[in-house]
């Protein structure tokens, strides 16, 4: 394609990542360079790498992210993949979406009414004679509420890249005497790579994040990077300490960024230049 | 082969049925005589009927469809030109480059955005109000859509864009013609993703915002405050029936034309790029 | 393509309706310029049968906004761009603004009603002689129980959380300044305690408290109570009046020993621009009647005197809400501390809720 085109699509999105993205971020990293007084410091950095606190937090949240992500992913390949062979799929499609324009906090407080000792559950074990059970403020009621609201997330981008899915090559590898689930393995699971990449980057990022179903579902035990932000920009009004983590999370989406990055592009790439 | 059909259709029930589950719940107490969302008490239109009387209510849900609207629309086109413009970019370290600062804004907490978007727009003397959530909104939206497209960008084969140019179709034909068309599954769930962060959206929207102008989740968070209202439920509910009812809808209408259209397209006899055009 | 444009023209269609739709809705509530108070609020804070009234009476027109915390409200007021003409801060927040010049003194010859309010929630010392303030409501901080689980008695003071009969049964509010303070009060110190290693202490016996607590919770705890998942919470007065209103087997008390002691006042933020809206408003808010009919639809308690009067007798005797004049004098008011004090409290408590037993 020629390159004034390709000009052409930068200038609203590069408008875009220059004062949307890029300016925010240098104030972000500017800011954290001051110290709660205002004096330029580099303290906040030796606060987060030398104190204990912040390195748990920052395992933590990287462990859960990848837990709430593993159990998205294992939902949702399925569900997209399934839903490809439906009728009507483009209707159910929607329908994956649909829940997401409720409110987060109104579903968090419908989640709590479900798990809560007199909640709907409880009394459903209740029937047969089973105690109630200490569901909320778990580890499984926060990555159950974290990965509900995360699906659609990932189905969406899973769901797009099985509706590509070339049906020769499934149907050539099954008359080559292929097993089903050779099938799967060597011919769909590649095939719908970009798919799944996209939506685990859709997920794993914002759950490094999450901060209000900690509290709410999680009963604060489980202290991801977003509480501890969320708490020096709301309640210490310590904006320097807080952009400090700004940076970190930004510094790790970028090396998950480099990891998940596709490798083999330059075949595609050498394509183009002709 | 079909009972294995069956088993795939159980699994989708039951991933409808937990996906609905907390919104039934939500539906079921805009109907309860209390006033929380705990013990079930007697049936009741109450609270709907309040929520018919609040004007205020009514005008903060249209300023918020406003916004969702406009913002995932703007969000999209610009979405759309930055994945076409990233999939055409040559050197690996400049695509990886630009995706990561794409994704900033999907990492970023909430508040470090909507401070920093406070900043810069005070900064800027932009004043506060419909304009800057709009702007903001536009912003935040902006990452998803192109995760959304550029996947399906990547997966559209060279054979057919060298196919379409073979044949001696300009540029702007190949876009329209060929790259649109395969694309648009990519670009209506960007469109979708995007107006679900902007109706979700709470802390960006709370530091832009002023002057007035009030956002439906602000309100939510807000009156959390005092416990939720099942004046909330009831708006929940209200919304939804609307937004299912929307879905499907457009859906029928939009498959019925289709089928028509498919039908027509079988007694012409066209050429592939002919057959893109009707599209 | 040609779809994809259709639908894009029917978006912008369907906004443009919305948009006038939304602007005929504006007018109609009569929100046009120089008639309007802007009133930056907490969420439900106010009966909008009062607004309505006041609209009324008045002829001005109430915008309302809410926020959700006092931080974030102070962030957009110092950083301009919003024209409040009147928001509620908490007492610290008060003396916060104060220090950040963000506040207009008020013209006490214009105030009609202050005679009205009681002489103990006056002239306190977040802001000395009510130059910038207005009382609104008070309240404390206390614990809560619940009599299926817990008897009439068993708790009467900090300690008593302590105990280890009530293992994993606890909610605290989520706020640094205030589970601290219990700690600190329990120890027999100031809840303002500045100084390093008495609030290490007040710390590490909060960590002893570790295994009694179910959760750190914020405005959640009203619907974990009513739903009797949890025996007992501490929180804030207002809030356990909304609880106790919803489950009867809740009851709230305020350890005798001392707690906290706050208050939200109105105050006249320096974006104000419209003063004779501003003084209709105080005044309207400070006749007994007014006040004590938000107290009613609020919950909490009123600081207007003549107020409080008109509430019903079971509401002004409830020692839960009133507590009586021995128990308030032992009640604490927040000062503003120094940043690296705040940061301190906050440091401690995040590592308090990441302590694992």
Do not use: C
């Amino acid at each position: 394609m020629k390159k004034s085109t390709n000009a052409a699509y930068y200038i609203p999105y590069g408008f875009w990542l220059i004062f949307f993205v890029i300016a925010p971020v240098v104030l972000i990293i500017y800011q954290s360079f001051f110290d709660i007084n205002g004096h330029f410091t580099l303290s906040n950095y030796q606060t987060y790498f030398s104190s204990g606190t912040y390195i748990l937090m920052t395992v933590n949240s990287v462990w859960y992210a990848f837990v709430i992500t593993f159990f998205t992913l294992l939902v949702s390949y399925p569900t997209a993949y399934f839903l490809h062979y439906t009728k009507h799929k483009q209707l159910w499609l929607l329908l994956i979406i649909l829940p997401t324009w409720i409110n987060l906090l109104l579903k968090a407080y419908a989640f709590i009414g479900i798990f809560s000792q007199d909640g709907g559950i409880n009394s459903f074990l209740g029937l047969f004679g089973i105690p109630a059970q200490q569901i909320l403020f778990t580890d499984f009621s926060f990555i159950f509420v974290a990965a509900y609201i995360e699906i659609p997330f990932m189905i969406l981008p899973i769901f797009n890249s099985v509706e590509e899915l070339n049906e020769g090559l499934v149907n050539a590898s099954r008359d080559l005497g292929a097993s089903s689930w050779q099938t799967f393995r060597q011919v769909i699971v590649p095939m719908t790579m970009s798919g799944v990449k996209a939506g685990v980057q859709a997920v794993f990022i914002p759950s490094l994040s999450l901060f209000m179903i900690t509290r709410l579902i999680g009963g604060n035990r489980v202290i991801t990077l977003g509480t501890a932000i969320e708490e020096h920009f709301l309640t210490t009004m310590n904006w320097g300490m807080g952009s400090t983590i700004g940076v970190v999370l930004i510094v790790a989406m970028f090396i998950i960024m480099f990891l998940t990055g596709e490798r083999n592009h330059h075949r595609k790439e050498a394509r183009h230049e002709n | 082969m079909k009972t294995k059909f069956k088993w795939s259709h159980l699994y989708l029930v039951i991933v409808f049925i937990l996906l609905y589950l907390p919104i039934m719940y939500l539906i079921t107490y805009s109907f309860s005589d209390g006033s929380r969302m705990t013990n079930f008490t007697g049936f009741t239109f109450k609270h709907y009927a309040a929520l018919f009387a609040d004007t205020r209510m009514i005008q903060i849900v249209i300023d918020t469809l406003l916004v969702a609207l406009l913002s995932s629309l703007v969000a999209t086109i610009i979405g759309t030109l930055g994945a076409m413009a990233i999939n055409t970019t040559s050197r690996s370290v400049v695509r990886n480059s630009v995706l990561s600062l794409n994704n900033i804004l999907m990492v970023s907490p909430d508040v470090i955005i909507g401070a920093s978007f406070l900043i810069f727009y005070t900064a800027l003397k932009i004043p506060l109000g419909f304009g800057s959530v709009l702007m903001s909104h536009i912003a935040f939206s902006i990452p998803i859509v192109v995760l959304m497209v550029l996947p399906k960008l990547q997966e559209m084969s060279q054979s057919m864009l060298d196919a379409a140019r073979d044949l001696g179709s300009t540029n702007g034909q190949i876009i329209s013609r060929v790259i649109f068309p395969f694309i648009t599954p990519g670009i209506f769930s960007g469109f979708f993703m995007a107006f679900t962060y902007s109706l979700d959206d709470f802390a960006v929207t709370f530091f832009v915002t002023g002057n007035g102008f009030q956002t439906l989740s602000v309100e939510i968070y807000a009156r959390a405050r005092q416990g939720i209202d099942l004046e909330i439920n009831a708006l929940s509910g209200v919304m939804f029936i609307f937004a299912l009812l929307l879905v499907v809808g457009y859906y029928f209408i939009q498959t019925n034309n289709q089928s028509r259209k498919a039908k027509h397209q079988a007694l012409e006899e066209s050429e592939a790029l002919a057959h893109e055009t009707t599209h | 393509m040609k779809r994809l444009i259709s639908l894009a023209v029917l978006i912008l269609a369907i906004s443009l309706g919305l948009g006038l739709w939304s602007q005929n809705l504006q007018k109609s509530q009569g929100a046009t310029g120089d008639n309007t108070l802007n009133f930056a609020n907490w969420g439900d804070y106010i009966d909008p049968a009062l607004i309505t009234k006041f609209e009324k009476e008045t002829g001005y027109h109430i915008n309302l906004e809410t926020f959700d915390s006092n931080e974030a409200m102070f962030t957009k007021i110092q950083q301009g761009g919003t024209s409040y003409d009147l928001t509620v801060p908490s007492e610290y927040m008060i003396e916060k603004m104060k220090k950040a010049n963000l506040l207009v003194p008020l013209d006490h010859k214009r105030l009609t009603g202050l005679k009205n309010y009681g002489s103990q929630f006056m002239n306190k010392s977040f802001d000395p002689g009510n130059k910038y303030s207005v009382p609104y409501f008070w309240g404390t901080l206390g614990i809560i129980y619940n009599d299926k689980f817990v008897k009439a008695g068993e708790i009467q003071h900090w300690d008593d959380l302590w105990n280890p009969r009530y293992k994993n049964s606890i909610m605290l509010i989520d706020s640094a300044r205030d589970i601290l303070g219990f700690s600190l009060v329990s120890l027999g110190k100031s809840m303002n305690t500045t100084d390093a290693p008495t609030l290490q202490a007040a710390k590490g016996k909060l960590d002893e408290l570790a295994p009694n607590v179910k959760a750190v919770v914020a405005d959640e705890i009203k619907m974990y109570m009513a739903e009797n998942e949890a025996p007992l919470a501490v929180d804030w007065s207002g809030e356990a009046a909304d609880m106790l209103a919803n489950n009867k087997h809740l009851h709230y008390v305020v350890p005798s020993e001392g707690s906290n002691l706050w208050f939200d006042n109105l105050v006249i933020p320096k974006t104000a621009k419209h003063y004779k809206a501003i003084y209709a408003f105080l005044n309207f808010m400070s006749q007994p009647k007014n006040a004590a009919q938000n107290a009613e639809y609020v919950g909490y308690a009123t600081p207007n005197a003549k107020a409080k009067a008109l509430l019903p007798k079971a509401v002004r005797d409830d020692r839960q809400f009133y507590p009586d004049n021995q128990t308030m004098a032992h009640l604490q008011t927040y000062a503003d501390l120094s940043p690296k004090t705040v940061g301190l409290y906050n440091d401690l408590f995040l590592e308090f809720k990441m302590y694992r037993k």
